[in-house]
């Protein structure tokens, strides 16, 4: 019954940025954790970032850190990343994940549930 929907994708200039947004449903864990996760055309999938509800702390893939952030809303059932100073390599689909447990990972097998995935397209 998990259900992690995506959204904010687009089309934006290097320099600039997006807001993508993970809504949740059906996903009563107390203790979880969502990751963010790209994929290239042509290339594997890689980890971006990650939150853990235990403490709320949270993790950056070196190509992004200090650039993009992940936050959550617990009302809404919702985990952003905001994305700034985008650059074309940035370009992807983006996807979250979430697995009913306390964890601060960004290796792909460690979640249970996946969203669609969102396209992000940087132009030059």
């Known amino acids: 019954e998990v259900q992690l929907v995506e959204s904010g994708g687009g089309l934006v200039q290097a320099g600039g940025s997006l807001r993508l947004s993970c809504a949740a449903s059906?996903?009563?864990?107390?203790?979880?954790?969502i990751g963010w996760f790209r994929q290239a055309p042509g290339k594997e999938r890689e980890g971006v970032s990650c939150?853990?509800?235990?403490?709320?702390?949270?993790y950056y893939a070196d190509s992004v850190k200090g650039r993009f952030t992940i936050s959550s809303d617990n009302a809404k059932n919702t985990v952003y990343l905001q994305m700034n100073s985008l650059k074309p390599e940035d370009t992807a689909v983006y996807y979250c994940?979430?697995?009913?447990?306390?964890?601060?990972?960004?290796?792909?097998?460690?979640?249970?549930?996946w969203g669609q995935g969102t396209q992000v397209t940087v132009s030059s």
């Open positions: 939150i853990s509800s235990s403490d709320g702390s949270t």
């Open positions: 059906g996903f009563t864990f107390d203790d979880y954790a």
């Open positions: 994940a979430a697995v009913g447990r306390s964890l601060l990972s960004l290796v792909t097998y460690e979640y249970d549930y």
